[in-house]
């Protein structure tokens, strides 16, 4: 029982608002010394869990490729790529984002996109662009949503996307799972065409989210323009100096 003290460090660790991975690693080597491992055997279980999930560290490669992308002002041209296209809105832009999203997770091509390969350094951008082209700088509420959007195109059409491919890692899982416990014989193929409606469905609820988005973002800001507009009104001559 000693040992689930190293569950306590992780809630106290959430609870003071520590790194996750530096409270998830503290509570590993607490874990591990309560019972009983040695501090070698500590770091070669570290060693091991890294070795055997390397693939999971992968966009570790990607990162200083993004950072030089984005110092040679790669997201200046997405932005003037984007503002070349006058009837691209924001909810029009990112709802054909979430489509080809859709499309390419459903042959396989799932790592193509994500929020920091594509989302951060050109989706974004290309998003809050459209939307500045319209109405002018934008309050930081608002990119934030806009930003906030495009993380859920790339996400929900990945997700929904993926399930219509064969040769995903969920499908093989479940077939694999239900033809051993239950002795049945359950195709890919089954699954895939199953995945295809859920798909269907995901791009036309989210994608009307998306298009929607355009009339809340006028919204929101005509109602901070007449906030700012009132500010400015009852401020007195002597409060402005």
């Known amino acids: 029982m000693i040992v689930l003290l190293g569950v306590l460090v992780v809630i106290l660790g959430f609870a003071a608002k520590r790194h996750p991975l530096l409270v998830v690693g503290v509570a590993g080597v607490v874990t591990a010394l309560l019972g009983g491992l ?20 992968i966009f570790v490669i990607t990162l200083p490729v993004i950072g030089l992308l984005e110092r040679g002002g790669l997201q200046e041209q997405a932005r003037t790529l984007i503002g070349r296209l006058g009837k691209l809105t924001t909810g029009r832009f990112l709802a054909l984002y979430l489509l080809l999203r859709q499309l390419t997770a459903a042959v396989g091509l799932t790592n193509i996109g994500g929020p920091a390969q594509s989302v951060r350094p050109m989706v974004a951008p290309m998003a ?21 959007y495009s993380s859920s195109a790339d996400t929900v059409g990945v997700f929904f996307g993926e399930d219509c491919f064969l040769a995903v890692g969920s499908i ?31 791009f036309l609820i989210h994608g009307a989210r998306l298009l929607r988005l355009d009339r809340t973002l006028e919204r929101q800001l005509a109602a901070a323009s007449a906030t700012q507009t009132t500010a400015a009104r009852r401020t007195t001559p002597e409060e402005a100096k």
């Open 38 to 57: 040695s501090p070698r055997a500590v770091l070669a279980a570290f060693g091991d869990g890294f070795a055997s999930s390397r693939s999971v560290t």
């Open 172 to 202: 093989l899982l479940i077939t694999g799972f239900v033809n051993t416990t239950y002795h049945t014989h359950l195709e890919p193929m089954q699954l895939a065409l199953w995945a295809a409606p859920t798909a269907v469905c995901a």
């Open 128 to 148: 809050e662009a459209a939307a500045e082209r319209r109405h002018g700088p934008l309050p930081e509420r608002i990119v934030e949503r806009i930003r906030s």
